[in-house]
């Protein structure tokens, strides 16, 4: 949908879930997703109309411990479409606080690949995640110690918007080890 030629499709309640939706992007807890759980606020319909025009996606993340978590996404497009309408959906983030990691018992070779990860999944064309087929090249052994770690998530997701819809994320844990040794901003 392009929502810059029929921008009266869109109603408040629309907007005002676009703009949660967004809002959770930076929670690293429920890694950038509105989490299903708490898309039940919202009234029937509203959620499926804006997946359906694609712009959210829907997202699953599966931990280390085999736990699923559902949740909602905005897509490049609707970020872009939204902002030329003078929609503003982003807030100055708080500032992060300085935590400690201990990567003493990664190697260099495992760190690299955080890099490489961090690196694919700030490529436009692959929407925030590194897709599983660039994944295939490293070494088994070292993606399954990183996310059993915590460092990397696997991530699938569907929508009519998505390209690439199986891959992996890096966690918080990791982009702080990539800012302490310089590599992530």
Do not use: W
Request: proline residues 3%; aromatic residues 8%; hydrophobic residues 35%.
């Amino acid at each position: 949908m392009d929502i810059q030629t029929q921008p009266g499709l869109l109603t408040q309640k629309h907007i005002q879930a676009l703009k949660d939706i967004n809002r959770f992007s930076r929670i690293g807890r429920y890694h950038g997703m509105l989490p299903e759980k708490h898309s039940l606020l919202y009234d029937a319909g509203v959620l499926e109309f804006l997946e359906e025009n694609n712009l959210i996606e829907v997202g699953t993340v599966i931990a280390t411990c085999g736990a699923h978590m559902t949740g909602y996404r905005l897509t490049d497009e609707a970020r872009r479409d939204l902002s030329s309408l003078g929609v503003e959906l982003d807030e100055k983030p708080p500032e992060e606080l300085p935590t400690e990691d201990e990567d003493g018992c990664l190697t260099r070779g495992q760190i690299d690949i955080l890099a490489d990860l961090y690196h694919f999944g700030r490529i436009k064309k692959f929407g925030g995640i590194t897709p599983k087929h660039e994944v295939e090249e490293y070494d088994k052994r070292d993606i399954k110690l990183l996310y059993e770690l915590g460092y990397i998530l696997y991530i699938r997701l569907k929508g009519k918007a998505v390209r690439h819809g199986k891959g992996y994320i890096l966690t918080e844990q990791a982009m702080r080890l990539l800012r302490r040794l310089g590599i992530a901003l």
